[in-house]
C-alpha cells in the first residue's frame, strides 16, 4: 500500500499505464546496487530514488575532487575530500526519505563483489574502468542478476543490458584480457553522463517493473557530435570464456 | 598490386584490397584497439570472426571504440 504522501510524491508517474500503482509498490520493493558514485552515478542515484526505488546501494572507493564536479552533479564544492557514498547519501536521503540507502566506501573487486550483490536484484554500472565491470560481469552471471551498462567517454557514450544466461554478456562484448595498465580518465562532459545514465535508469525502471528490458542483445551508442543514436544487435558469444562456462553460474 | 574495391568504413568510403579480412582492415586503419567493436553491415562481428570476415564491395565497417569512463 502507498501512503498518501507517496501518492501524492509518484503521482505523475503512477499516471503512467506501464507503471501504476502495482509498479509503484515494484519499485518501492527493488533493490539496486549502483556501482560509482561518478558521473553517470550521479544521475542514478538521483533518478532511482526519486522514482521511489526502495534500497540503494552506493559504492565508491573515491573521495570528491575538484575535478569531479563538473559533471558528477551529486556533490558539490562543499562536498570536496568527503567519500561520494557519504556525500551521495545525504542528497539521496533528503531528496527521498522513502528510499532506504546503504552508503559503502570501498574497491568493489573479485574479493567483496558477489557479497555486496547478495540483497540486489539490479546492478547499476557506473563504474569507470573495464576491469571494475568485468568484475561486476562475472557477479551478475554468479548471483543472476542483471547489468545495466552504461560508459562515456568525450561526446559519446554506450548502454547495453545484459540478462545473466539469456543475452550476451560484458565479456561477449569485450573479451578478459591479460591485465594491461588502465589507461587515463578520458575527457568527459555532464550531458553524456546524463543521457546514458538516464538511459539506464530506464532500463532499470523496466526490469524492476517487470517489464522486457529495451536492450538486452543490444548495444546503443549515442554520439553527441551528430546527435544521433544508433543500436547494433550483439548475440551470446559461443565462445565466450565467461558466460560459456557452466562454472560461472554457480557460487563457488 | 591486389584488384581494390570500394567499401564504407566509419561513413566514409575507402578503397581496400579485394577479398581483405576484417582482422586486415582493422590493421589497414590502425583499429588495433584491444576492446575494439567491429560492425560488418550491421551485425556485430565476434573478434574470432575477424580473421575469416572477408568484404565485398559497398560493404559498410565500422569500427567503435568502448567508452568505459563513467
Redesign the interface.
Known sequence: MLTEEEARRYSRQIALPEIGVEGQLRLAAGRVMVA?L????SIAAYYLAAAGVGYLKLIDRDRVTLENLNRQILHTTFDLERPKPESAAEKVGRLNPHCRIEAVHTTIEEGNAAALLADCAVIF??????EA?QVLNRASLQRHVPFVF?????W???ASTFIPGSSACFS????P?AE?TEPA??P?LGPI?GI?ASIQCLETFRLLIGALPQLAGR?L?FSGLTMEFRT????R???CPVCGDPQCYSTP | MNAAIRITVNGLPENVPLSATLAELIILFQEMDRDLIVEHNGRFVFPQGYASTRVAPNDRVEFIHPNFGG
Open positions: 560509482g561518478g558521473g553517470l552515478g554500472d557506473a563504474t569507470d574502468n573495464r565491470r552504461g560508459g562515456i567517454s568525450g559519446e557514450g554506450m561477449c562484448l569485450f573479451p584480457q594491461t580518465p578520458p568527459v553522463a546514458v548495444l551508442r547494433l544487435q550483439i548475440d558469444n559461443p565462445g
